[in-house]
């Protein structure tokens, strides 16, 4: 009887932990596919030759475009960081409120954050998160421009330093590096 039970119990005992594994792996089956349908769907807004009306322009692009001698289109790279403008950092802005929720979030999202800001590590994700959480509002964007300055040609691109000013809240600044060479899976502008 009592050997009965034992066996029940065991028995019981793997089947949760079998339910247990089936959970986890459909629940990260459904964020992997989620994160790679957010990955594709920027990567073709990007990659698409449309501009659309509603594409605001950050002001003296020209001069980080006369600068870069790489294969991104212009309206790529305007592309590019208007998608950062306007859906990378509210989300980043609303999801990472602490040093604990950026290492969460990026933990989770450790792929999407790659191919879609060029940022393979915490500590360099953590810098745009601190950043992020100093924006007050990130509903309109009210400017946004390169520092005419901060344009520098380097071996592998070009860099310089984008500043956004969210209605209600101080301009950022975030550095951006424009890489010379492109991939048609990841992105090839690099924020932090």
């Given at each position: 009887?009592?050997?009965?039970?034992?066996?029940?119990?065991?028995?019981?005992?793997?089947?949760?932990?079998?339910?247990?594994?089936?959970?986890?792996?459909?629940?990260?089956?459904?964020?992997?596919?989620?994160?790679?349908?957010?990955?594709?769907?920027?990567?073709?807004?990007?990659?698409?030759?449309?501009?659309?009306?509603?594409?605001?322009?950050?002001?003296?692009?020209?001069?980080?475009?006369?600068?870069?001698k790489g294969e991104a289109s212009g309206l790529k790279i305007v592309k590019t960081i208007m998608y950062y403008a306007n859906n990378n950092i509210p989300?980043?802005?609303?999801?990472?409120?602490?040093?604990?929720?950026?290492?969460?979030?990026?933990?989770?999202?450790?792929?999407?954050?790659?191919?879609?800001?060029?940022?393979?590590?915490?500590?360099?994700?953590?810098?745009?998160?601190?950043?992020?959480?100093?924006?007050?509002?990130?509903?309109?964007?009210?400017?946004?421009?390169?520092?005419?300055?901060?344009?520098?040609?380097?071996?592998?691109?070009?860099?310089?330093?984008?500043?956004?000013?969210?209605?209600?809240?101080?301009?950022?600044?975030?550095?951006?590096?424009?890489?010379?060479?492109?991939?048609?899976?990841?992105?090839?502008?690099?924020?932090?």
């Open positions: 009887m009592k050997k009965k039970l034992n066996i029940s119990l065991v028995i019981l005992i793997m089947l949760a932990i079998l339910i247990m594994i089936i959970i986890v792996a459909t629940y990260n089956a459904i964020i992997l596919n989620k994160q790679n349908k957010e990955i594709d769907k920027f990567i073709e807004y990007v990659n698409s030759t449309e501009k659309g009306s509603e594409l605001q322009t950050p002001e003296l692009t020209h001069v980080v475009l006369a600068a870069y989300e980043i802005h609303e999801k990472c409120s602490s040093k604990f929720s950026s290492k969460r979030y990026y933990k989770a999202h450790k792929i999407q954050i790659y191919k879609q800001l060029g940022i393979d590590n915490f500590d360099d994700f953590y810098v745009l998160a601190e950043k992020c959480m100093g924006i007050k509002n990130t509903g309109n964007i009210e400017s946004i421009r390169f520092d005419y300055n901060s344009v520098k040609i380097e071996d592998d691109g070009v860099s310089a330093v984008l500043c956004i000013r969210y209605e209600d809240s101080d301009e950022v600044s975030f550095n951006v590096k424009i890489l010379n060479s492109t991939s048609s899976n990841q992105t090839s502008i690099n924020i932090r």
